[in-house]
């Protein structure tokens, strides 16, 4: 026993090991022969995940509850870095978005549709680990995965998994067929991507087109990219990108020059109380003196 111990010891120390920084896997070459005749060299390839990495799983992780951080106070904006400048196309085929993130049949709709034909493979965006792969109400047959970011990708009404709750996968990685179970008027991808619990406007993130283009390495998402009525599931929005801290302070800086009127508010008391004149403010809002205030109306403040 000693005599293996020793050799062992005496094998780690002839390891050639190389770190392989994309991939994030440590490579160590054994001289396996030494230890039994017929061996040969080989190659061992250990994930570097766990030292890096948070451990993804070990928070608000289930394989049964689609929301895990539901009642979960979140603090806007959240902040998403990215270490890929791209993601790898959840399709194989050319993206065709048939609906978008927005208000669709006067409901919420979460996700961005993308078209495909049952049976089409499917692929992971980024790494991460599967959080679930189970048939889920309205969305059929789906797999959830968790990136080490954060983010959470859902791929739903899928017709197989290839795929199981708590697996680690590859970013690229088949993960099964897309299709058209659970709520489906036809075949298509419905991708959702959230971020502790906030469904997020996918446009904003990701760019669907050829490029497979991540929006930044750092994104700063506000409130109103997590809510869905605020946009329409057949357009493409204007985008204002929020990348660094200092966008995010110029982004703060103008929504403070916002005023939303109040109940019982008169333009005489908005301009008291943001100490502005009223014929400034008449003027930076195309309104008069005698305009009436809706409670909501947002009133440009220029100093
Ligand atoms: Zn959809």
Same mark, same amino acid.
């Given at each position: 026993m000693q005599r293996i111990l020793t050799l062992l010891c005496c094998l780690l120390l002839a390891v050639g090991f190389a770190q392989n920084k994309r991939a994030e896997t440590l490579k160590?070459?054994?001289?396996?022969?030494?230890?039994?005749?017929?061996a040969v060299w080989t190659e061992v390839e250990l994930p570097l995940h766990s030292v890096p990495a948070p451990d993804i799983t070990s928070e608000y992780w289930t394989n049964s509850v689609y929301n895990p951080y539901k009642g979960v106070p979140v603090k806007f $904006?959240?902040?998403?870095?990215?270490?890929? #400048?791209t993601y790898a196309s959840p399709i194989s085929r050319k993206k065709v978005v048939t609906s978008r993130y927005g208000w669709r049949w006067g409901r919420a709709h979460q996700?961005?549709? @993308?078209?495909?034909?049952?049976?089409?493979?499917l692929f992971a965006m980024f790494d991460g680990v599967v959080r679930m792969a189970v048939y889920n109400g309205g969305l059929g047959h789906a797999v959830v995965i968790r990136h080490y970011n954060g983010l959470e990708t859902t791929y739903a009404h899928m017709s197989r +998994? !290839?795929?199981? !709750? =708590?697996?680690?996968? *590859?970013k690229g990685q088949y993960i099964g067929k897309g299709g058209r179970s659970g709520n489906a008027r036809g075949s298509h991808l419905h991708l959702v991507v959230s971020y502790k619990g906030q469904y997020?406007? &996918?446009?904003y993130l990701f760019e669907f087109d050829? /490029? =497979?283009?991540?929006?930044?390495?750092?994104?700063?998402?506000?409130? $109103?990219?997590?809510? !869905? +009525? +605020? +946009?329409?599931?057949? *357009?493409? &929005?204007? @985008?204002?990108l929020i990348t660094?801290?200092?966008?995010?302070a110029e982004f703060e800086d103008r929504e403070k020059r916002l005023y @939303?009127?109040?109940?019982?508010? /008169?333009? #005489?008391?908005?301009?008291?109380? =943001? =100490?502005?004149?009223?014929? !400034?403010?008449c003027k930076s809002n195309s309104i008069k003196r005698n305009s009436v205030l809706r409670v909501g109306q947002k009133l440009i403040i220029e100093p």
């Amino acid at each position: 026993m000693q005599r293996i111990l020793t050799l062992l010891c005496c094998l780690l120390l002839a390891v050639g090991f190389a770190q392989n920084k994309r991939a994030e896997t440590l490579k160590i070459s054994l001289p396996l022969s030494k230890v039994s005749e017929r061996a040969v060299w080989t190659e061992v390839e250990l994930p570097l995940h766990s030292v890096p990495a948070p451990d993804i799983t070990s928070e608000y992780w289930t394989n049964s509850v689609y929301n895990p951080y539901k009642g979960v106070p979140v603090k806007f $904006p959240l902040k998403i870095s990215f270490e890929d #400048s791209t993601y790898a196309s959840p399709i194989s085929r050319k993206k065709v978005v048939t609906s978008r993130y927005g208000w669709r049949w006067g409901r919420a709709h979460q996700g961005i549709d @993308i078209d495909l034909i049952t049976g089409d493979s499917l692929f992971a965006m980024f790494d991460g680990v599967v959080r679930m792969a189970v048939y889920n109400g309205g969305l059929g047959h789906a797999v959830v995965i968790r990136h080490y970011n954060g983010l959470e990708t859902t791929y739903a009404h899928m017709s197989r +998994y !290839a795929v199981k !709750a =708590n697996d680690s996968v *590859r970013k690229g990685q088949y993960i099964g067929k897309g299709g058209r179970s659970g709520n489906a008027r036809g075949s298509h991808l419905h991708l959702v991507v959230s971020y502790k619990g906030q469904y997020i406007h &996918p446009d904003y993130l990701f760019e669907f087109d050829d /490029t =497979n283009k991540v929006h930044g390495k750092e994104l700063f998402v506000m409130r $109103p990219w997590t809510k !869905a +009525y +605020y +946009y329409s599931s057949r *357009r493409l &929005p204007k @985008i204002d990108l929020i990348t660094s801290e200092e966008k995010l302070a110029e982004f703060e800086d103008r929504e403070k020059r916002l005023y @939303i009127v109040k109940k019982g508010d /008169t333009l #005489s008391r908005i301009s008291r109380r =943001n =100490n502005v004149t009223i014929e !400034a403010l008449c003027k930076s809002n195309s309104i008069k003196r005698n305009s009436v205030l809706r409670v909501g109306q947002k009133l440009i403040i220029e100093p």
